[in-house]
């Protein structure tokens, strides 16, 4: 069974900076797609930003591009979401997905495509 568990959510001044981390606890953390998902109160989970496998692809929201940048370390089965110029629109909480490379489709926006999640960790930016 896949654990994935964020870390480095915080309240932060407009502006500001934040990294959030997910720790796996898989095998081989290259075979993984992940993603960051965030959700406001009365929002779907919309998607934010994915890394495929060895790193190589990455995908981001339009809200976020050029802001955030989502990177992973596959030896110490972590992905982060480094995230600047943070705005009061990006108050949310954030979960970590996962999928098994041998299950991904290729929709890595899609929150269907991913099997595993964390508990979220709240963001909150201040105006």
């Known amino acids: 069974q896949v654990q994935l568990v964020e870390s480095g959510g915080g309240l932060v001044q407009a502006g500001g900076s934040l990294r959030l981390s997910c720790a796996a606890s898989?095998?081989?953390?290259?075979?993984?797609?992940m993603a960051w998902f965030r959700q406001a109160p009365g929002n779907e989970r919309e998607f934010v930003a994915a890394?495929?496998?060895?790193?190589?692809?990455?995908y981001y929201a339009d809200s976020v591009k050029g802001r955030f940048t989502i990177s992973k370390d596959n030896a110490k089965n972590t992905v982060y979401l480094q995230m600047n110029s943070l705005k009061p629109e990006d108050t949310a909480v954030y979960y970590c997905?996962?999928?098994?490379?041998?299950?991904?489709?290729?929709?890595?926006?899609?929150?269907?495509?991913?099997?595993?999640w964390g508990q979220g960790t709240q963001v909150t930016v201040s105006s």
């Open positions: 890394i495929i496998g060895s790193g190589a692809n990455t």
């Open positions: 898989v095998r081989l953390f290259s075979s993984y797609a």
């Open positions: 997905a996962a999928d098994h490379l041998k299950r991904y489709g290729g929709s890595s926006y899609d929150i269907s495509e991913y099997d595993y």
